[in-house]
């Protein structure tokens, strides 16, 4: 049941690839496999947690913090893996009846008056929330807590500049498929 | 009207009309914050409309975002969706398939009852509805046509039973509900168990009664192997694995002796282990699940990202005011105004999955209903199954869809949909049940803890 959820699978790949969306998309979804893993050791951590909590009594802040640390780490770098392989969840109803040339038209637009400005200003409003970060020392207010709250505050507009990347790529394909004479 | 009702209504309609291009529903949420901050700013600086949004404004999506990163409670959410994947590759729904078959095939109905305390026990694999109502289309459709069945009777059982799976816990639409409303996780598990349970019982009732009715709809083979100790201890070794791991899960939960994370993540250390035990594990499915689980994360996420954009945006225009003078200026009674809820998302389910649901409008809703003073633990399991029925119905089902999806050729939409028009019935019986009686939901969680 991996793959054939929708519609999603039939039609990963239906635009010319160019250079550049061949070497980002290559490169996002090993980054994807990779971080991947991570979902293993936040179960492994999660396990030596309760573990050390309930057979040794010994609670430890770090531990439970470093859960949501690899969790914000998973799925942040994820969300770029996933729109480099189209998982992002679409409403296929009408769409599936459409040429892919209508497809690409929407996808066009989308992309430049939708998910650009949106990737734009979530970034843009981040890089401060990192820096003001920075600049308190901010750490956990936990005792035992992890240091270096920036580190992981700074995973957000680390993961929307590899996002932006992946939209990139894509839009470069859309482009030589609509203007670019790449109608097959 | 004010120009910021009208933009928020604006706001919505766009929504709903933009994800029908395919475009993903992530970034429309998102993209429409951005577009209608532009047009707040536009009407203030040139028709002086005093709306009070500027991108500073908006710029607090980040600080909604660090919400979700920092959000303890939310790890369980990845770990749930790895647990149901490893559950479906452990090679168990499968075997307890055949298990199952051996055991009802002599009562009628009783390959339908096997696909319906499958996808019960199987639940936790089937926080996304697609998934779930996919497994079971493969795993008890063929097997149901094959012996005769009804194809209606067919199709109506796996769809219904592929949407249950959604409420029964554990469950991540649960989790997602349970952290916008600001309420317990294992509270609101415990809430949905008897309900889903209910609903559970109300489909055995049925098909019973049906086959019983309609031999021909449900013929019993003839080669049916009479059910002796071997047999039933044979089922009884297959059920006690998953039904052990779902019950570890929610028991912890229960008496309090593990945070859902923690459940969450036991759970998914569970499934892996049954899997090895099923000599089903080996690097490549595990690497598989684990690139499932980030995919599926990264949706419901950047889901969560646009949502959390647009409903600042909406909250900004005044839409959160709007829906509250609405619902409190209906000529109901406050029953009357959940009812109306109900109904709204009903109808909302046709076009929306859980996950935008869940994420704009049940925040939007919900301080409503809390000041007419209704319990939130029983207004959100309402709300769920609500939201499940209306998967489940005609014209824009998403289980439908789905079903359709997999099933074999000779199965046409007309028979899906007549398929299930009588599980419609059941969820609606199941929904007035819980609607008339609070207890269904309460009382487990007050035996908690």
Redesign the interface.
Known sequence: MSEPLSSKSIETDPYPHTRFSRWVDGFLISLGQLTAWIWLLLLGVIVVNVTLRYFFAEGHIELEELQWHLYTLGFLSAISYAYSADAHIRVDVLRENWSLTSRAWVELYGILLLLLPFVVLVFWASVPFVIYSYETGEISEAPGGLPYRFLIKLVLPLGFALLFLAVLARLSRIVKYLFLGAHR | MSVGDILSVLMFVAFIA???????????L??????FTAIGIIAEIDFAVPLAMD?GY??????R??DV????V??AL??FI?MG?ML?RSGIARRLMNDFARLFGGVRGGMAITVVLIGMLLAASTG?I??SV??LA?LGLPQMLERGYASTLAAGTVCATGTLGILIPPSIMLVLMADRMAMSVGDLFLGALFPGLLLGSLFVAYILGYAYLNPSAAPVPEDQEPVGVSLLLDVLVAILAPAGLILAVLGSIFFG??TP??A???G??GA?VLAWFNSQLSLSV???V??????????I???F??AA?YSLVLRGLGGDALIADILHGLPFSATGIIIAILVFVFVLGF?L?W?EITLIVLPLVSPVVLTLGFDPVWFTVLFAVCLQTSFLTPP?GFAI??MK??APPGLSVRTIYRGVVPFIFLQLIGLTCIFLWQDIVLWLPSQAY
């Open positions: 933009l994800i029908f291009t395919g475009f993903p529903v992530a970034w429309v998102g993209g429409l914050a951005v577009l991108w908006t710029a607090l999506t980040v600080d975002i660090w990163m920092n959000n303890w939310l790890v990845p770990m790895y994947l479906d996304i697609g998934a996919v497994l493969l002796i593990a994370t923690e969450a993540g036991v998914a250390f892996t595990l690497k598989s684990l690139r499932e689980t980030s995919r599926t994360t990264a949706y996420f950047a889901i990202i646009g954009a076009f999955d996950i824009v869809f789905y999806g997999v």
